[in-house]
């Protein structure tokens, strides 16, 4: 699911005023920081390159998330490092219903998929 994310979604008729546009990249930094927040989550694992990008000391916010929206739906795909000891299946499950509330709440968007794919276990409990 690769997504530029320069494209916009257009929510429809909210006020009379205007049109009010989301960039993808903003559903991407949702998802991101939602995902983040959930206990046993230590970060979003990345590609070689954004992992490259993070040494050089340049932030990439979008590390580990890969979004497709259309007009029905939303659909998530996650990279996550947990910590050792905590339950895979139980931290997948509370990410994927994070992220889900996080976008459909500051958004409107219908999250219809969330998919997590566990990239690592870090064995530092720091976060």
């Given at each position: 699911?690769?997504?530029?994310?320069?494209?916009?979604?257009?929510?429809?008729?909210?006020?009379?005023?205007?049109?009010?546009?989301?960039?993808?990249?903003?559903?991407?930094?949702?998802?991101?920081?939602?995902?983040?927040?959930?206990?046993?989550?230590?970060?979003?694992?990345?590609?070689?390159?954004?992992?490259?990008?993070?040494k050089l000391?340049?932030?990439?916010?979008?590390?580990?998330?890969?979004?497709?929206?259309?007009?029905?739906?939303?659909?998530?795909?996650?990279?996550?490092?947990?910590?050792?000891?905590?339950?895979?299946?139980?931290?997948?499950?509370?990410?994927?219903?994070?992220v889900k509330?996080?976008?459909?709440?500051?958004?409107?968007?219908?999250?219809?998929?969330?998919?997590?794919?566990?990239?690592?276990?870090?064995?530092?409990?720091?976060k």
């Amino acid at each position: 699911m690769t997504k530029e994310h320069d494209e916009e979604y257009a929510m429809e008729n909210i006020s009379s005023l205007g049109t009010v546009k989301i960039a993808d990249e903003v559903v991407v930094i949702i998802a991101g920081l939602a995902a983040t927040e959930v206990k046993g989550v230590t970060s979003l694992a990345g590609n070689i390159t954004n992992d490259l990008v993070s040494k050089l000391g340049m932030k990439n916010l979008s590390k580990g998330v890969r979004i497709e929206v259309s007009p029905e739906d939303v659909k998530v795909d996650l990279a996550i490092s947990i910590a050792y000891g905590y339950n895979i299946p139980e931290i997948s499950k509370a990410v994927q219903d994070k992220v889900k509330n996080a976008i459909e709440t500051m958004t409107g968007l219908h999250v219809s998929e969330v998919n997590i794919r566990i990239a690592d276990v870090n064995f530092d409990n720091d976060k």
